[in-house]
Each structure stands twice: as C-alpha cells, then as structure tokens.
C-alpha cells in the first residue's frame, strides 16, 4: 500500500476498530471472535449467518453494532407465514388512485433475519436477491437499498421441526458462518450483574455512513503477495474432494468442496483482517484467522464421516 492516502485511511481504520471493540464492550461480554466476524463482514460488504442458541444476546450484539456505527437497524423475525411482500415491501393504492411504494424492513444499514430458516424458500430468496443485487425490484421497478446494507441471519442449531434449510447455493452467498458459543462462567457472571440493575451503558458513535463506504473501498485495495494467494486457493482445492491435491481425509468425509467464491472470499477477509490488526497487507495467518468460519458452510460432510464424529470445523483445521 503505496499512496499515502490509503495508508492514513488505514491507520484509521485500525484505531476505530480498538474503539469498536471498546464500545461495544460496553454493552457485550466476551463474543470477541464473532464481533471481529461481523466486523470483517460489514467492512468487505459481505453478509453472516449466526448459528446460536436463544438467549446468547444476537439481537442486542446487533443492535449495539449498529449503535456505534451510526446505522439504521430492522429486525424481521421470519416465520412460515412469512410472505416475500412482508420484507421487501408492496405497492398500495393511495386515496387518488395512484401507486405508491411501501418501503419493507429490508430497506434498513443493517438487517437482522431471525430463524431465516423458519420461513420457506420462496421467502427466504427474497432476502437473499436484496443481499446480492443490494435492490429490490417490485412490479418491473427497480430500488436500491441503503448503503451500507448488511444482513446477518441466524439461526436456532437445536429445534428442527417445521423449518427450511438453506440450500448450499444460497448458504453460499454468506461471507461467514459463525458459531455462538455459551459465555464461560465469569463471563455470564458479568452478564448477570449487568442486565439486572438499572446502570445503563453510554453508546459513543464510533463511525459514520461515509466513513464505514470509504473502508469497504480500501479493502479491495490492499495488496495481496502471490504465496498468500496461492496458500487460499491451495487450501480451498485441499478440501475439494478428487482434485490433484485434495487429502485423504477430504476424499474419505467431503462429499462437496467449496467453489471460487471461497477462495474469493479467503483472500477479501484476510485483506480486512490484517488492517484490523494494523498490517497493511495479509499474511498466511491471516488467512488462516478466518478459514473456519469462511469455509464450515461451503462443505458438506458425507455419511461416513458423520458416523464417525468428524466435524467440518474439525476437517478444515486439519488442513491448515
């Protein structure tokens, strides 16, 4: 990173993320890899999916992201009798005859889709068209949404009954799928003393609109050497089956590898990972911060290994 510009705007980023961390401590005990995720997410212009138990404060992690940097929230809990029209909006018909456009939550900084899976397919693809078109097209007319737009959706690892899978090509379209575990025991202490007195935290606004939209751009800026390229691109065909390079272990218990858009995504979240870290190009170990939740929803386990308790998480570690 050669022009004095990028390198101050990257400074910057740098020493807004350590005041992020600190705000949003404020209100959120522990969960320190999952706020870098989102993060990460956020800053690359990609989207996450949560996979949590209720009660482990996804909603107010959200809402206090969105708090520090100065962006408009929605929250749309997703259930079967959710209708496309119910996220993305409708035309009415006003008192002179005339359409008009009801903007739906989707036209929101940050959307928070709870229990995406709950609703069906139909649904769900209206969600996912917004997060890859950044628009919504209602009776042959285009909108774009509010930039910066981020969805992160979660969903509830334990309750099966009456839901929807995501499909693998639309799991696909998500940056990161981040695990949230429960907190340790002097952390949920922590969190029980602060979310039962009448103290309430102070939010300090960390970053603007402007701010969040010039950081995206310099992410895809920053340089990236050829070993660190091919370490991605080496480890994604690792972990596709029958590839000249692919393992044992990947042809014995991977049914499907991860396509391009994996190694794509490597190389954008290791670029924004080594500028929250204060490096202005990334490394190998960059790359391999963010390989596990990058990859555990590109990969799909066969029977076998899941007879035998192999773990995707634990595959892909194997490789690094």
């Known amino acids: 990173m050669s022009n004095p510009n990028e390198v101050a705007l990257a400074d910057k980023l740098h020493e807004a993320y350590a005041q992020l961390k600190t705000e949003i401590g404020k209100k959120i005990v522990g969960q320190s890899d999952t706020i870098d995720q989102l993060l990460i997410a956020i800053f690359s212009q990609g989207h996450a999916l949560l996979i949590g138990v209720p009660g482990l404060a996804k909603t107010l992690l959200i809402q206090t992201l969105a708090r520090v940097l100065d962006l408009n929230f929605n929250r749309i809990q997703f259930t079967p009798d959710l209708m496309p029209s119910d996220i ?71 309750e099966q009954e009456g839901t929807y899978p995501l499909p693998e090509a639309q799991l696909d379209r998500f940056m990161f799928n981040i695990y949230l575990d429960y907190p340790s025991l002097e952390e949920e202490k922590t969190i029980v003393n602060l979310t039962t007195s009448n103290d309430e935290a102070t939010l300090t606004q960390v970053l603007s609109k402007e701010d969040i939209i010039a950081f995206q751009h310099l992410v895809r800026k920053v340089p990236v050497t050829e070993n660190v390229v091919n370490y991605a691109v080496q480890l994604v065909h690792k972990l596709r089956p029958n590839t000249p390079v692919a393992t044992e272990l990947t042809n014995e218990y991977i049914e499907w590898g991860a396509g391009p858009r994996g190694s794509q995504t490597l190389i954008l979240a290791a670029k924004c990972h080594a500028l929250l870290k204060g490096k202005y190009s990334p490394d190998i170990e960059d790359v391999q911060a963010i390989a596990v939740p990058t990859l555990r929803h590109r990969l799909v386990l066969n029977f076998k290994a899941e007879a035998k308790g192999f773990t995707i998480d634990k595959l892909i570690r194997e490789q690094l």
């Open 88 to 158: 993305l909006g409708s035309e009415m018909l006003d008192k002179e005859r005339h359409f008009t456009f009801n903007k739906g939550p989707v036209f929101a900084n940050i959307v928070l889709a709870d229990e995406i899976n709950r609703t069906p397919p139909k649904t769900q693809a209206a969600l996912l068209e917004a997060m890859q078109e950044k628009g919504v097209t209602i009776a042959g007319k285009h909108y774009a949404l509010d930039l910066p737009f981020f969805v992160l959706a979660t969903q509830n690892p334990i």
